[in-house]
């Protein structure tokens, strides 16, 4: 059954990931992805409203490539005390097959939230992404020029919206142009990419751009030198980058070894939508000089 996608303007993402885990109520315990971000300045974006709302979790593990490891979830999902389960879009990618994914949590009766932060403009087999879970959230301010923004969307009828009004981000959202910005976006990727593939050094997490994705940033993996380093110089030689996710919660330790590993290679070049061809050729002069030195 294809539910009406229900739709609300919250201030920011983490809101609504709030709203969405008070709906489900607090004896859930909820499964999340062991590849979760922190930074002094934003605090989690995710760990935050589970622990602001006192929800048990546990963690599934992620492949190599940030992917779900389907069989740790399946194990994982079997908990009895598991209401929910979280499934992050990192980057603006769809996670494995988000169809097979909700036909799981459908299975085993648990609520799927999909946390749709980087992902605002991507569709999965021509579905927006956010469509496939009970609930779904998007945050604005990552991927336009907005002060903030966020997006509560509900999928399953048995929860109820939000009795809030809209709080002028609306209006600010609808003036864009998401097709345009979207175009842009995986054009400059494209090119990205042509450029990467040529660096020796790096690993790319993401080596093709699937149909309808649309990608917040490009993230790579610094194969031989310390990421910080990296990021610190091409700071200094003024290329903007983005820091994202590259220190984990204090709750995901060494163990997940594949999400510790990403976190600790990772860089996010800029591919937005008001940076040029000749902009990214920059990034990648720059990027070539340092890792190659
Ligand atoms: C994956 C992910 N989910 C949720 C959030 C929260 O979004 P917002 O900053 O709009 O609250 C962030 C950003 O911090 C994020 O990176």
């Given amino acids: 059954m294809v539910y009406p996608n229900r739709r609300t303007f919250l201030d920011n993402g983490r809101t609504a990931f709030s709203y969405i885990l ?3 109520g607090n004896n859930n315990k909820i499964l999340l992805p062991s590849y979760i971000g922190i930074t002094d300045k934003e605090g989690s974006g995710v760990f935050d409203p589970v622990l602001e709302n006192g929800i048990d979790y546990d963690f599934y593990n992620v492949n190599k ?3 779900i490891d389907t069989q740790d979830f399946l194990e994982k999902i079997k908990d009895p005390e598991i ?3 979280l499934v992050i879009h990192y980057f603006g990618f769809a ?4 169809d097979q994914l909700a036909t799981i949590c459908k299975e085993h009766d648990k609520y799927l939230i999909e946390d749709c932060a ?3 403009l991507s569709k999965f087999n021509n579905k927006g992404l956010g469509s496939f879970g ?7 301010h990552k991927i336009l020029p907005m002060e903030g923004g966020g997006i509560l969307q509900i999928n399953n009828p048995n929860i109820k919206d939000p009795e809030i009004t809209d709080t002028g981000h609306i209006r600010l959202f609808l003036k864009f142009d998401l097709s345009k910005i979207a175009e842009t976006r995986r054009a400059n990727y494209l090119y990205l990419l042509e450029k990467l593939k040529l660096l020796k050094g790096i690993e790319i997490l993401y080596p093709g751009l699937p149909e309808n994705i649309v990608p917040l940033n490009f993230p790579i993996l610094i194969k031989n030198k310390d990421r910080n380093e990296v990021y610190f110089e091409m700071l200094d030689r003024e290329i903007e980058l983005v820091s994202l996710y590259y220190r984990l919660i204090n709750q995901i330790n ?4 594949n999400s510790y590993y990403i976190s600790k290679h990772i860089i996010n070049l800029p591919i937005h939508q008001a940076i040029t061809f000749s902009d990214i050729d920059e990034v990648v002069e ?3 000089k340092i890792i190659q030195k």
């Fill in 95 to 98: 996670q494995n097959d988000i």
């Fill in 22 to 24: 008070k709906q489900i």
């Fill in 65 to 67: 490539d940030l992917s």
């Fill in 118 to 120: 980087h992902s605002l």
């Fill in 83 to 85: 209401k929910s389960v």
């Fill in 286 to 288: 720059e990027l070539r």
């Fill in 254 to 257: 060494e163990s997940y070894s």
């Fill in 134 to 140: 009970d609930a779904s959230f998007f945050s604005l």
